[in-house]
């Protein structure tokens, strides 16, 4: 069973930093493209960022390019946000998300990790 | 680039069907075959309810169905049931690795 598994959420004051990690399982990581979507308190989706299977490409929603970083660590099966001065427009759930395969749609989702950035 | 435009809300009785629209433009929903359906309920992550290629994931039922026009994908659902009731994204590739999703449409069943 695909797990995903996001933690390191919580409050953080207005320009201060938060990593967020998410463990991956029940799947060959290093095989899949990841993504981060966060979803603002009664608010929409927003996918904001992707890394491909060995880290070679990576983007990000102009929003937060600049400010947030992806990476992975596919020998620890694990999925990382760095978020650097955080506004509070940032506070949002934030979901790990796995990429289907040769495709453009995502095939599953974490449970979520909330961050809260007070001014 | 802009959310994708979906209804605020739709709603309808057990039994009847129900289509979300989702309208994009030239350079998401108009140049790409993929869009994807994810389906909240409250407090709960999305779920993928309809691929790209309009493949329903094991366990959804096939009275969900999608289809797409032009900038304009849509989701039908028939046979509504109780447990239907959630909010709906629609999702578009946009080029280049990054991708557009809509607003959400809240489904009421009545």
């Known amino acids: 069973e695909v797990q995903l598994v996001e933690s390191g959420g919580g409050l953080v004051q207005r320009g201060g930093s938060l990593r967020l990690s998410c463990a991956a399982s029940g799947f060959t990581f290093n095989d899949y493209r990841m993504n981060w979507v966060r979803q603002a308190p009664a608010k929409g989706l927003e996918w904001i960022s992707f890394?491909?299977?060995?880290?070679?490409?990576?983007y990000y929603t102009d929003p937060v390019k600049g400010r947030f970083t992806i990476s992975r660590d596919n020998a620890k099966n694990s999925l990382y946000l760095q978020m650097d001065d955080l506004r509070s427009e940032d506070t949002a759930v934030y979901y790990c998300?796995?990429?289907?395969?040769?495709?453009?749609?995502?095939?599953?989702w974490g449970q979520g990790t909330l961050v809260t950035v007070s001014s | 680039q802009s959310a994708l435009t979906q209804p605020r809300s739709v709603s309808g009785f057990p039994g009847q069907s129900v289509t979300i629209s989702c309208t994009g433009s030239?350079?998401?929903?108009?140049?790409?075959?993929?869009v994807s359906w994810y389906r909240q309920h409250p407090d709960k992550a999305p779920k993928l309810i309809i691929d790209?290629?309009?493949n329903r994931p094991s366990g959804v039922p096939d009275r969900f169905s999608a289809s797409k026009s032009g900038t304009t994908a849509s989701l039908t659902i028939s046979g509504l049931q109780a447990e239907d009731e959630a909010d709906y994204y629609c999702?578009?590739?946009?080029?280049?690795?990054?991708?557009?999703f809509g607003g959400g449409t809240k489904l009421t069943v009545l």
């Open positions: 999702c578009s590739y946009g080029g280049s690795y990054t991708w557009i």
């Open positions: 998300v796995r990429g289907a395969r040769n495709t453009n749609y995502f095939d599953s």
């Open positions: 030239n350079t998401d929903v108009g140049d790409f075959r993929y």
């Open positions: 890394i491909s299977a060995a880290s070679s490409l990576m």
């Open positions: 790209d290629v309009n």
